[in-house]
């Protein structure tokens, strides 16, 4: 048989929105503000050890959703991220399904618009690739048709040829310290890492505008060259010669320039 209880005494925590509920004069337990108001819980309101167990239940949901929103509050987060944090917290499976429904009823929780949000992002940064994009929102936890159909939507192939071009000619831009070929090989390493597939990241590098000072070249050139062949000193003139070339053609020089500066370099 169930046994019944008073409340005697509803009493405010000093933090906000929690209050300690008294049964027959003593203690019982706390609950917020939102299961006070659900289970219309005041002094002379009489209580089942049934309906009591229900109203701890549920304050541990609501406890659980606090944390869950203050976890949100700091940014945009997935499911999967809200579900590993309240993993951490409780072990009470239901409860933690309960809280994550509820979260998307109210649209706190939304993949959908979270991979949208994200790809709208990058498609507009013109700094990352679709494949970029793809790793990041699979990290997330987020579904792969949402992803899929956040990328169609809102980062079309036009949009990725148009920003892998652009990226190309900053990156070639920057390493200007390089030589042609090495420039070109770094800018094209650098489009693969930020998420362009290999035809986009062809195109691209087809585009670029490269304005080639020969007599900066011809300096990088004989910089590079005149320090390795003073590394090689100890070699024999044709290992000294074959290394020379090697690492200068690694380096991303022009193997007929490279030819030309050797030919000058052993005439002096």
């Keep these: 048989m169930s046994k019944t209880y008073k409340v005697t005494k509803v009493e405010s925590q000093k933090r906000p929105g929690r209050y300690n509920i008294y049964l027959n004069d003593e203690y019982a337990f706390p609950i917020s503000e939102e299961v ?3 289970f219309a819980i005041f002094k002379g309101t009489e ?12 304050d541990s949901v609501s406890k659980l959703y606090g944390k869950a929103v203050d976890f949100i509050s700091y940014r945009q987060r997935t499911e999967y991220e809200v579900r590993t944090k309240l993993q951490t917290l409780s072990e009470n499976e239901e409860a933690i399904e309960s809280t994550i429904e509820k979260l998307k009823q109210i649209k706190l929780l939304d993949d959908e618009n979270y991979a949208n949000s ?3 992002q990058i498609a507009d940064g013109q700094a ?5 994009g793809i790793r990041y929102l699979k990290q997330k936890g987020i579904a792969e048709v949402l992803i899929t159909n956040a ?3 809102f980062y079309p192939e036009t949009t990725v040829r148009e920003n892998a071009t652009v990226l190309a000619q900053k990156l070639f831009d920057h390493q200007n310290r390089y030589p042609y070929n090495k420039r070109i090989e770094k800018a094209k390493l650098a489009l693969m890492r930020k998420g362009f597939g290999s035809d986009v990241i062809d195109q691209a590098i087809s585009q670029i505008d490269a304005e ?11 910089q590079a060259g005149m320090k390795l062949w003073k590394k090689y000193r100890a070699e024999e003139p044709y290992q000294r010669r074959q290394k020379l070339k090697q690492s200068l053609y690694r380096k991303g020089f022009d193997f007929d320039a490279i ?6 370099v052993e005439r002096n």
């Excluded at 990352?128 to 970029?132: D, S, T, V, Y």
């Excluded at 030819?259 to 000058?264: A, I, K, L, Q």
Aim: charge should be negative.
């Design 36 to 38: 006070l108001i659900k």
């Design 47 to 58: 209580l089942t050890s049934i309906l009591v167990e229900q109203i701890k239940a549920a």
């Design 118 to 120: 994200y790809v709208r």
């Design 128 to 132: 990352k690739g679709p494949q970029a």
């Design 151 to 153: 990328l169609d939507e």
């Design 212 to 222: 080639i000072d020969e007599d900066e070249q011809s300096q990088l050139l004989k």
């Design 259 to 264: 030819d030309d500066f050797v030919d000058e």
